[in-house]
Antibody, heavy 126, light 107 residues
Framework: VQLVESGGGLVKPGGSLRLSCATSGFTFSNAWMSWVRQAPGKGLEWVGRIKSKTDGGTTDYAAPVKGRFTISRDDSKNTQSLQMNSLKTEDTAMYYC??????????????????WGQGALVTVSS | DIQMTQSPSSLSASVGDRVTITCRASQSIYNYLNWYQQKPGKAPKFLIYAASSLQTGVPSRFSGSGSGTDFTLTISSLQPEDFATYYCQQTYSTPGTFGQGTKVEIK
């Protein structure tokens, strides 16, 4: 399994940036995918997810990015994207793409992030 | 959102020590609790799910326990490669919130 993010860089406040996550080694069309970010020297923060098309293809977002960020997927290219608009300085972070998987245990289903990319650094600064 | 609080924020330990990290949820999350390990400059690595189930390939010196609101990650005999930051994450409800992390440093 490989996940490779691209598209990071420096952008001014109020600007836009699009990250991509190219995947291989698993059946992407069946996978739910998430984005997780980490501000410099800080902890992990879930950004959002996109479900597989068979599960509706819907998206969920964390409150700080809702209405500004949009996650999409292209199953023909095994790729997911994160479109970030109206960027703020507090969006500065390493952005990780991760597989949002479900593991079964004793009849229950558990969500976890089992594979991660290497990250793409987004810096929002004037 | 469910708040996750880890303690301690950092600890110093020696190779061979037994290390315990605590994670507390602001409400019951049953056993919907994951643990991740992150080394400097690297992506997180998934270790444990369902509070106590080890991911395939994770050494048996790692163990997890707990349910409801209180959870622990234990490393029975700390190895050089275990020096890292550890995060808990609840997935009982969206958003799947993380603890602030516990940095395990060399004494």
């Amino acid at each position: 399994v490989q996940l490779v993010e691209s598209g990071g860089g420096l952008v001014k406040p109020g600007g836009s940036l699009r990250l991509s996550c190219a995947t291989s080694g698993f059946t992407f069309s069946n996978a739910w995918m998430s984005w997780v970010r980490q501000a410099p020297g800080k902890g992990l923060e879930w950004v959002g997810r996109i479900k597989s098309k068979t599960d509706g293809g819907t998206t969920d977002y964390a409150a700080p990015v809702k209405g500004r960020f949009t996650i999409s997927r292209d199953d023909s290219k095994n790729t997911q994207s994160l479109q970030m608009n109206s960027l703020k300085t507090e969006d500065t972070a390493m952005y990780y793409c991760a597989t949002d998987s479900k593991y079964g245990n004793k009849g229950y289903s558990y969500t976890l992030f089992d594979y991660w990319g290497q990250g793409a650094l987004v810096t929002v600064s004037s | 959102d469910i708040q996750m609080t880890q303690s301690p924020s950092s600890l110093s330990a020696s190779v061979g020590d037994r290390v315990t990290i605590t994670c507390r949820a602001s409400q019951s999350i049953y056993n919907y609790l994951n643990w991740y390990q992150q080394k400097p400059g690297k992506a997180p690595k998934f270790l444990i799910y369902a509070a106590s189930s080890l991911q395939t390939g994770v050494p048996s010196r790692f163990s997890g326990s707990g349910s409801g609101t209180d959870f622990t990650l234990t490393i029975s005999s700390l190895q050089p490669e275990d020096f890292a930051t550890y995060y808990c994450q609840q997935t009982y409800s969206t958003p799947g919130t993380f603890g602030q992390g516990t940095k395990v440093e060399i004494k």
